[in-house]
């Protein structure tokens, strides 16, 4: 039997089966149990984690070229990171996610939450600039860096031809036109389904300017 994304239903509606629903209910018991522990999100934003962070990740999902390998920086939480590879589980059995995240209590439980969600993902505990280049098809970051900076670090673990997708809020005007001080890419932009001042920027081409 299959299943909408929770809450999340009228703008995601990903047609995925009961056990991968379970997957992310699991994944969001993991979040709820933890973060008042080591701060995975904000104490206002456990209250609303389906639409603030599952569904908020989850969009990308539809944005994302064909790829083997999906690399996530900064995971924290695990957002976009272990959405993606939970979705993954059933909708692209062969994608390999890589959570980088040099936290070590986070990185504590997204290793936690790999093993109890039974995913397709690893999870490389260091930080970001000093892991070797990963070669990925496609890198998310959410809430990261401004993107000026964001893009140095994306380019280090892009593979060429890959895409980066990363979801900015309000400012994110103001990001681009900075970030073409030093950086020249190619970007589409995608508004956010669950924040209408928030888009989704699809970048590639990323070199020096």
């Known amino acids: 039997m299959r299943a909408r994304l929770g809450n999340a239903a009228p703008t995601l509606p990903l047609d995925v089966s009961r056990e991968t629903g379970a997957r992310l209910d699991h994944f969001r018991g993991l979040v709820e149990k933890w973060s008042p522990r080591i701060n995975l999100v904000s104490r206002a934003a456990v209250a609303d984690l389906q639409e603030r962070h599952i569904a908020d990740s989850a969009q990308l999902w539809h944005l994302a070229p064909p790829a083997r390998?999906?690399?996530?920086l900064g995971s924290g939480g695990g957002f976009p990171g272990m959405v993606?590879?939970?979705?993954?589980?059933?909708?692209?059995?062969?994608?390999r996610v890589v959570l980088i995240e040099s936290d070590t209590r986070k990185a504590a439980f997204l290793a936690t939450a790999i093993r109890e969600t039974d995913v397709n993902a690893d999870i490389i505990a260091e930080r970001i600039e000093t892991v070797s280049p990963q070669a990925a098809d496609i890198v998310s970051a959410r809430a990261l860096a401004p993107l000026e900076r964001l893009l140095g670090l994306v380019m280090r673990h892009l593979a060429p031809g890959g895409r980066a997708l990363l979801p900015k809020g309000a400012k994110w005007r103001e990001e681009v036109e900075n970030a073409r001080r030093t950086w020249t890419f190619e970007a589409d932009t995608i508004p956010s389904v669950t924040d209408p001042s928030a888009v989704i920027l699809s970048i590639g081409e990323i070199a020096r300017a």
């Open 84 to 95: 993606i590879a939970i979705l993954a589980r059933e909708l692209r059995p062969d994608l």
């Open 69 to 72: 390998r999906w690399v996530d």
